[in-house]
């Protein structure tokens, strides 16, 4: 089966690999993993299909060969070796952790606070309360996975940039947990923009080519006029989150750093029951999508060149209305 891709890139035709068939086009309307790259705009797949789907992108995502890529695709490194997840206890961080463990041609590195904490809650099955959350969190297997310490808002980026040394890619899955009102817009602050730019800043001592950044639908929302929409009004009332978090992207889109910016809707912790709707930046209000899928489209752009330095906004499609979007569960 093939899965089409398309990351709204202009003026190439599509390319296949064994698994993933990635196309580009220049329009800026949403489109989903479908069938074939020939039809365009093709009808959304039912329950089993849209599963298959995520089931081969996981699929290839694990294989040990990293996927072909067309001979006019922009320059870049060679497939990364080195990978450093931030924020790898996170429901996002622990998923994009387990999907690098797999594959066995990259050495991957958790960074979280607390080593031993860490070690010991990935490879537990639990109930979690994270702030205003309860979250079921799955196991992980950490056998081949190194940990490193790294605070994104008690480190110094040169404290951070060592534990990056011989690092090709950073995924930055860190970000604030919603809890004690009076303090939220201090902690969202010192995480989602101080703390990203930090490890930016290190990223670039240590010389590392790409950043992956979790970020959020909406985050831009002040800039194409949906400041009043109740997603950004609902999102951002929790420490001016989307506020913060759009100082860092910036920033990291200034560095002159290879990024790509993964901007998923609601978060979901059940597995995916629709397609997969790639959009362009600025483009998507609603929605909402499993963690599942953002973390295989957070490890499908460290080594996408198609996804270089691109903003990629992602949601489900499972062929309801969207639900509007609730940064609750970012």
């Not at 190194?146 to 994104?152: E, G, L, M, Y």
Request: aromatic share 4%.
């Amino acid at each position: 089966m093939k899965i089409l891709l398309s990351l709204l890139l202009p003026g190439a035709a599509a390319f296949t690999s064994p698994a993933l068939t990635i196309a580009r086009s220049a329009v800026r309307a949403p489109t989903f993993l479908s069938a074939t790259p020939d039809d365009p705009s093709p009808p959304l797949s039912d329950r089993r299909a849209a599963l298959l789907d995520a089931a081969a992108l996981a699929a290839l995502l694990a294989s040990p060969a990293l996927p072909a890529f067309a001979a006019d695709a922009p320059a870049a490194a060679l497939p990364p070796t080195r990978v450093v997840v931030a924020g790898a206890t996170g429901q996002t961080g622990r998923r994009i952790l387990e999907r690098l463990a797999n594959i066995p041609a990259i050495s991957v590195v958790a960074g979280v606070r607390n080593v031993e904490k860490a070690t010991a809650s990935l490879s537990e099955s639990s109930t979690v309360v994270r702030g205003a959350m309860i979250q079921q969190v799955g196991s992980v297997n950490t056998a081949g996975v190194t940990f490193a310490h790294i605070d994104v808002v008690q480190d110094s980026a040169e404290a951070i940039a060592a534990v990056l040394q011989g690092a090709d890619s950073l995924v930055i899955a860190t970000g604030f947990i919603p809890g004690n009102p009076l303090k939220m817009t201090a902690e969202a602050h010192k995480v989602d923009n101080l703390g990203t730019i930090r490890l930016v800043d290190a990223a670039k001592m240590a010389n590392v080519r790409k950043i992956v950044l979790v970020s959020s639908i909406l985050t831009n929302g002040r800039e194409w006029g949906q400041e009043k929409s109740a997603g950004f009004v609902i999102t951002n009332a929790f420490g001016q989150v989307l506020d913060e978090k759009i100082v860092a992207e910036k920033y990291l889109r200034a560095s002159g750093l290879d990024y790509t910016i993964v901007r998923p809707g609601g978060l979901k912790a059940k597995p995916p029951t629709g397609q997969l709707k790639v959009s362009a930046e600025d483009t998507l209000n609603s929605g909402e999508i499993s963690r599942d899928l953002v973390a295989d489209v957070c490890v499908a752009a460290i080594s996408d060149r198609w996804a270089s330095n691109k903003v990629l906004e992602i949601i489900e499609d499972d062929g309801t209305k969207p639900k509007a979007f609730n940064g609750l569960n970012m």
